[in-house]
């Protein structure tokens, strides 16, 4: 520890403005690395996946492409976002092109809104024109179905389509979640399809295909199939030289049934602990594995709790503060990018899941997406949902290639209700790193209607020549209107930004507070700090 504690008495803050005083607990936060530097990240770090079947609800149809969603694009690719976008999830295993299809994408759905058929046309690939400049694309490949010529297909329309936006392809999703009789619990017996597919498809789509691969695809649950990158990579997936890059799915809670569902709170998915735990213990391994082979992993699905969320805990500010942490969580641990996973509930993802569709079988639209991206029976008008602004929060912290690293809990704050991470750059000339910002996260909850007051985190960030305080706020833990959550004093329920940007000063050697429920950017204005 380089600080001191100063206190860690509860004291009286001059500042009133709400009528009762405040407590803020002063503390020490050490600016020494708690964990190794990660990796210089890429535009590319802050990524998405949507489901293929509400590709249309999302982004509309080339002639009409959907605005809301689109303006949340902009406002990432304005702070320099370049996001690889997968159309990826359960539905892309059940994904066939039709060359003559006039609309991007067409479900067929049993009358529960079961979707066993999604059927994409060019207009699909098309459509890709529409984004942002540098947006790239995972080009998806049912696997599901079992049949080379279904995927083969879908591979060949996607890059005589669209070659030069396609980084990466895939093929299936979730694998684990086959039925057992495909591979009979053997990694060997997937690895030997997976390559047989993966073959075929190089060799019809001439060979600048090769080595771009996507591979694993796994979720974390426990199943007899182990494929995830830790499996797959000593077991010889690689064999061919076709793979580009590992992926593994991260959902540490969920509604998929009645047991989990009960676990999916608020207090439990902002305890800060469990969090990185999850990430060491589930994710961190098949990490590691790809690392060691001298390759990139990504998190190429993931969201804060499967089966479509939990309505008045995924759609509240607190899925803000879950997605700032667990991306930053990610960035330490150097995933190359991560696909937060957008869509609709599905229904044959399982039968006693939480969700449901909306009751004329219309998308029941997921509670953890950046918006409802049209009106729906459901979840009623097209909005922006509280989350989005952790987005720019995570874009602004890694911008122009930072370096992250995770800092110490300060004495006296409890482990699982606090997050802070350090950002670096090379200084002048590329020499050694240089302390520039700091992300400083309060995920104590603080809710609507409770009696006491919030309290307040003073920190003594050492010696500092002034910095630029950039706040991700709302007024409580469980709000759901996203014009009451801002960033930077902006709020983005409808797209457009709204109110005047907010940059507070910190003075020179000026302690920062972060309320409960709260975050964080400092900047430092002195050009870069040595640490
Ligand atoms: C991330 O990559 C950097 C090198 O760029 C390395 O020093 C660090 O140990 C890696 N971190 C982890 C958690 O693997
Ligand atoms: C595979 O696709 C064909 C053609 O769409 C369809 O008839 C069949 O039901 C699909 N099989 C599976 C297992 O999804
Ligand atoms: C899996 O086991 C079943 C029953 O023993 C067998 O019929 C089937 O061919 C096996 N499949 C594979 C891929 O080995
Ligand atoms: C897979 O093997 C090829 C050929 O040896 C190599 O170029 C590529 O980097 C490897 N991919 C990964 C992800 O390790
Ligand atoms: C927070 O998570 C940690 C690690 O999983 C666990 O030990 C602790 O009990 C959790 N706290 C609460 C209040 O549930
Ligand atoms: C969400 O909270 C509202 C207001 O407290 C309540 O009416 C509604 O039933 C809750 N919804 C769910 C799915 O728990």
């Known amino acids: 520890m380089k600080f001191i504690l100063l206190s860690a008495n509860c004291v009286l803050a001059a500042a009133a403005a709400a009528g009762r005083p405040k407590c803020a607990s002063v503390h020490a936060l050490s600016r020494t690395p708690a964990s190794a530097i990660s990796q210089p990240h890429v535009p590319q770090f802050v990524s998405y996946s949507f489901e293929p079947a509400f590709w249309t609800e999302f982004f509309g149809e080339p002639d009409s492409p959907r605005e809301l969603t689109f303006s949340l694009l902009n406002h990432l690719h304005e702070r320099g976002v370049r996001p ?29 809104g079961g979707i066993y058929r999604t059927t994409i046309g060019p207009a699909f690939y098309q459509h890709w024109d529409n984004f942002p400049e540098g947006t790239s694309f995972v080009s998806t490949l049912n696997f599901g179905n079992n049949s080379v010529s279904i995927a083969r297909d879908l591979a060949v329309a996607s890059y005589q389509l669209q070659r030069d936006k396609i980084t990466y392809y895939e093929l ?83 509604t998929c049934e009645p047991p989990r569902a009960a676990r999916a709170t608020i207090p439990n998915i902002l305890n800060h602990t469990d969090l990185v735990r999850y990430a060491d213990d589930e994710i961190y391994p098949s990490a590691q594995a790809a690392l060691a082979s001298g390759a990139q992993w990504v998190v190429g699905e993931f969201n804060s709790i499967a089966c479509s969320g939990k309505p008045n805990v995924s759609d509240t500010f607190a899925q803000a503060l879950w997605t700032a942490d667990v991306e930053l969580l ?70 122009d290639g930072g370096r992250i690293a995770a800092l110490e809990t300060p004495r006296g704050v409890r482990e699982q209700e606090f997050s802070a991470y350090a950002v670096f750059y090379p200084g002048e000339g590329g020499g050694e790193l240089r302390l520039a910002k700091l992300v400083i996260l309060n995920m104590k909850p603080y809710y609507a209607g409770q009696e ?80």
């Open 452 to 531: 006491a007051a919030p309290s307040k985190l003073s920190l003594d960030i050492g010696k500092h020549g002034g910095a630029t305080v950039k706040r991700m706020t709302a007024p409580f833990v469980d709000e759901k209107d996203a014009a009451k959550v801002t960033w930077a004093g902006q709020s983005f329920r409808t797209g457009e930004a709204v109110g005047e940007l907010a940059l507070e000063r910190l003075g020179r050697d000026k302690r920062v507070s972060v309320r409960d429920s709260e975050a964080v950017l400092l900047t430092f204005e002195d050009d870069g700090l040595k640490f």
């Open 330 to 399: 990610y960035a330490v641990r150097n995933a190359s990018s991560v696909h937060l996973h957008q869509g609709a509930t599905l229904a044959f993802q399982s039968d006693q899941q939480l969700n449901t569709p909306g009751d004329d079988g219309s998308p029941g639209f997921s509670s953890y997406s950046l918006l409802y991206p049209v009106d729906s029976t459901k979840r009623g008008e097209a909005r922006v949902l509280p989350v989005f602004v952790s987005q720019l929060l995570v874009a602004e912290a890694l911008a």
């Open 84 to 112: 690889i976008i997968r159309a990826g999830g359960i539905t892309m295993d059940s994904m066939v092109f039709d060359p003559s299809q006039k609309l991007s994408v067409v479900r067929t759905e049993n009358e529960e």
């Open 172 to 254: 299936g999703n979730e694998p684990t979640n086959y039925p057992t009789s495909r591979w009979n619990a053997s990694t060997e017996a997937y690895i030997s399809q997976w390559q047989e597919f993966t073959e075929e498809i190089d060799a019809a789509i001439d060979d600048d295909s090769h080595g771009r691969w996507w591979a694993s695809s796994a979720t974390t649950d426990v199943t007899p199939l182990k494929v995830r990158p830790s499996d797959l990579i000593p077991a010889g997936v690689n064999s061919t030289g076709q793979v580009g890059l590992y992926s593994i799915h991260s959902y540490a809670f969920a």
